[in-house]
């Protein structure tokens, strides 16, 4: 039953997002249209189109919003750390990222994604500290979150 009532809210929240989506991909057609292809990304570059070929040269730690990086003070331990791969953390951590120490300064390949097409996600990037370390950070957006 349980499980049940777990898909009926997942068809139901999608059906209701439905349009947010459309509208939203629509408005955001002339930019990634503009934008940088998958095609740039390392998997592609060695010949034949396959995560079978892709052999990466790094790592990355994702930075999620989950209990337990509180809880674990996992911010703390990564911005003391000597850790010299990326950092890809989500838009409600990105402000938390920074004003712990975990910048593009100090992690030359800092993303940001946003996969959210409502309009919630937008207060995650109006902080002030985001003004001050925003030239290294790359932004990765869903094709189908807000224009704006």
Not at 4 to 10: A, E, G, R, T
Not at 29 to 37: A, C, E, K, V
Not at 75 to 87: F, R, T, W
Request: proline content about 4%; aromatic content about 8%; overall charge positive.
């Amino acid at each position: 039953m349980k499980q049940s009532k777990n898909f009926d809210l997942i068809q139901e929240n999608t059906s209701n997002m439905i349009d947010l989506w459309m509208y939203n991909f629509a408005r955001n057609i002339p930019d990634f249209l503009n934008g940088n292809s998958v095609k740039q990304l390392s998997v592609f570059k060695n010949g034949k189109k396959s995560i079978k070929n892709h052999r990466p040269s790094s790592s990355a730690v994702v930075v999620g919003a989950g209990p337990s990086v509180k809880k674990n003070n996992h911010l703390e331990i990564l911005s003391n750390s000597n850790y010299k791969g990326a950092v890809v953390c989500t838009d409600r951590m990105l402000v938390p990222c920074l004003k712990n120490g975990i910048t593009p300064e100090k992690f030359s390949k800092f993303y940001v994604l946003t996969i959210e097409p409502k309009d919630v996600t937008m207060k995650f990037y109006e902080d002030k500290i985001i003004q001050k370390h925003k030239k290294g950070i790359l932004v990765v957006l869903s094709t189908c979150t807000r224009h704006e």
